[in-house]
């Protein structure tokens, strides 16, 4: 009987997932296909390194092998960094393979040219592991919400940035031993400068900004944050307050451009993000028919990332090729916004807010509460860069309180 001949590219954390899963859910697959899938060949960095139980898959270090394989159907991309990500995945377009990618920097990067080659080539591109792990939120976008209008989104797409702020705050750990937790559990990418410094978010929501407004925003409205600076004590200041820290990636249009901003955000317990805890990822649509949508899973780990490029694999064989969406579909109001964060100074004077803020609350000893214009927030960057504020997201109940003293 013929077969789905397929190539894994990279056998980390999530390589090992694809050969495991691919074994465990055989029969589900061949049904699905109607053929049997075979791995027929792994690439690696160093072949000392690793061993395959089943000797008849080819173990190799050259990615020429792969492509000189007498059958390949699909080339599985589980490797970090745009190359050789990249060109493996152009080889393999071009040759005739559809590609499956987990790949979110690369991807990031070069999604659409791959995309315009596959659609030349005519062979398909599976992205679904590039954005929130084992989420379905690709396939929920583009083929689920295709009449809708999607006027923003936001999600925690990075499990280990949550992993680490929920063990810090639950446990009183220390940054970096959590941070090891999370690399010893195969959450963290190799480099996990990436995960700590906001990087990986940032690729996945320009994943997520190309599928559903069809581009990238303009540099000089991305904002990207990570978490590697905030403090045990800014945690538990937060915690007392009824806050958590979470590190939100959202995407919105506005007046005709795409505002990113991926940084952390503080949640009181009326955001649907308050409870998303551990590795955990969540994705909060708002579409102008159906209104919110949110969707909660596991965002990073050996089986989710495995399912979410396994249930790529139907999906490549389907007739109707799946489209971007032009940015003119989607447009975006122009709306005067209000916001409000919170600063941790023990010695600012009120005085020198009051200038930016309609609202100023000392909430504790360290943290001053203010509520404004987003407006009047960009300018206090501008004209205090140094001293952060950090957003807060949900009604902050404690606020509330105080006002009505
Ligand atoms: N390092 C990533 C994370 C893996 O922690 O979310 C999943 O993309």
Same mark, same amino acid.
């Given at each position: 009987?013929?077969?789905?001949?397929?190539?894994?590219?990279?056998?980390?954390?999530?390589?090992?997932?694809?050969?495991?899963?691919?074994?465990?859910?055989?029969?589900?697959?061949?049904?699905?296909?109607?053929?049997?899938?075979?791995?027929?060949?792994?690439?690696?960095?160093?072949?000392?390194?690793?061993?395959?139980?089943?000797?008849?898959?080819?173990?190799?270090?050259?990615?020429?092998?792969?492509?000189?394989?007498?059958?390949?159907?699909?080339?599985?991309?589980?490797?970090?960094?745009?190359?050789?990500?990249?060109?493996?995945?152009?080889?393999?377009?071009?040759?005739?393979?559809?590609?499956?990618?987990?790949?979110?920097?690369?991807?990031?990067?070069?999604?659409?040219?791959?995309?315009?080659?596959?659609?030349?080539?005519?062979?398909?591109?599976?992205?679904?592991?590039?954005?929130?792990?084992?989420?379905?939120?690709?396939?929920?976008?583009?083929?689920?919400?295709?009449?809708?209008?999607?006027?923003?989104?936001?999600?925690?797409?990075?499990?280990?940035? %949550?992993?680490? !702020?929920?063990?810090?705050?639950?446990?009183? &750990? @220390?940054? #970096?031993?959590?941070?090891? =937790?999370?690399?010893?559990?195969?959450?963290?990418?190799?480099?996990?400068?990436?995960?700590?410094?906001?990087?990986?978010?940032?690729?996945?929501?320009?994943?997520?900004?190309?599928?559903?407004?069809?581009?990238?925003?303009?540099?000089?409205?991305?904002?990207?944050?990570?978490?590697?600076?905030?403090?045990?004590?800014?945690?538990?200041?937060?915690?007392?307050?009824?806050?958590?820290?979470?590190?939100?990636?959202?995407?919105?249009?506005?007046?005709?451009?795409?505002?990113?901003?991926?940084?952390?955000?503080?949640?009181?317990?009326?955001?649907?993000?308050?409870?998303?805890?551990?590795?955990?990822?969540?994705?909060?649509?708002?579409?102008?028919?159906?209104? %919110?949508?949110? !969707?909660?899973?596991?965002?990073?780990?050996? &089986? @989710?990332? #495995?399912?979410?490029?396994? =249930?790529?694999?139907?999906?490549?064989?389907?007739?109707?090729?799946?489209?971007?969406?032009?940015?003119?579909?989607?447009?975006?109001?122009?709306?005067?916004?209000?916001?409000?964060?919170?600063?941790?100074?023990?010695?600012?004077?009120?005085?020198?807010?009051?200038?930016?803020?309609?609202?100023?609350?000392?909430?504790?000893?360290?943290?001053?509460?203010?509520?404004?214009?987003?407006?009047?927030?960009?300018?206090?960057?501008?004209?205090?860069?140094?001293?952060?504020?950090?957003?807060?997201?949900?009604?902050?109940?404690?606020?509330?309180?105080?006002?009505?003293?």
């Amino acid at each position: 009987m013929s077969a789905i001949h397929i190539a894994i590219l990279g056998l980390g954390t999530v390589g090992k997932g694809v050969l495991e899963t691919i074994e465990t859910h055989q029969e589900r697959l061949q049904y699905l296909l109607g053929k049997p899938v075979k791995v027929e060949a792994v690439l690696v960095k160093n072949l000392d390194k690793h061993k395959l139980e089943d000797s008849s898959i080819l173990l190799t270090d050259q990615f020429d092998d792969i492509l000189q394989l007498a059958k390949l159907d699909v080339v599985i991309d589980a490797i970090v960094g745009q190359e050789p990500a990249f060109t493996c995945a152009k080889k393999s377009i071009e040759r005739g393979s559809h590609v499956i990618t987990a790949n979110k920097e690369m991807f990031a990067h070069h999604g659409k040219e791959l995309l315009e080659l596959a659609k030349k080539h005519q062979v398909s591109i599976g992205f679904e592991a590039t954005v929130a792990g084992g989420i379905p939120v690709i396939q929920t976008l583009r083929k689920l919400l295709n009449v809708n209008r999607i006027t923003k989104i936001e999600g925690i797409v990075n499990g280990t940035s %949550n992993f680490i !702020l929920t063990n810090m705050r639950e446990k009183g &750990l @220390p940054f #970096a031993d959590v941070l090891k =937790e999370a690399q010893e559990k195969g959450f963290a990418e190799a480099d996990p400068t990436n995960d700590i410094e906001g990087f990986d978010a940032y690729f996945k929501a320009l994943v997520l900004s190309n599928v559903i407004f069809g581009k990238l925003p303009e540099p000089e409205h991305i904002v990207r944050e990570g978490i590697s600076h905030i403090t045990r004590e800014q945690i538990q200041t937060a915690s007392s307050l009824g806050l958590k820290y979470k590190h939100i990636a959202k995407l919105e249009k506005q007046g005709g451009a795409i505002k990113c901003n991926v940084e952390p955000v503080l949640v009181t317990d009326a955001h649907p993000f308050y409870s998303v805890e551990g590795v955990q990822n969540a994705l909060s649509i708002d579409a102008d028919i159906v209104g %919110n949508i949110t !969707l909660l899973g596991p965002g990073a780990g050996k &089986l @989710p990332t #495995a399912s979410a490029i396994i =249930e790529d694999l139907p999906h490549l064989y389907e007739k109707q090729p799946l489209k971007f969406f032009d940015d003119k579909l989607n447009s975006g109001e122009q709306q005067v916004k209000t916001g409000q964060w919170l600063l941790f100074s023990k010695d600012l004077e009120r005085s020198v807010l009051e200038p930016y803020f309609a609202e100023i609350l000392n909430v504790s000893e360290e943290a001053i509460y203010v509520r404004g214009l987003t407006e009047s927030m960009n300018k206090w960057e501008q004209d205090y860069p140094v001293v952060k504020m950090v957003p807060i997201e949900g009604e902050f109940s404690l606020v509330k309180e105080l006002l009505l003293v």
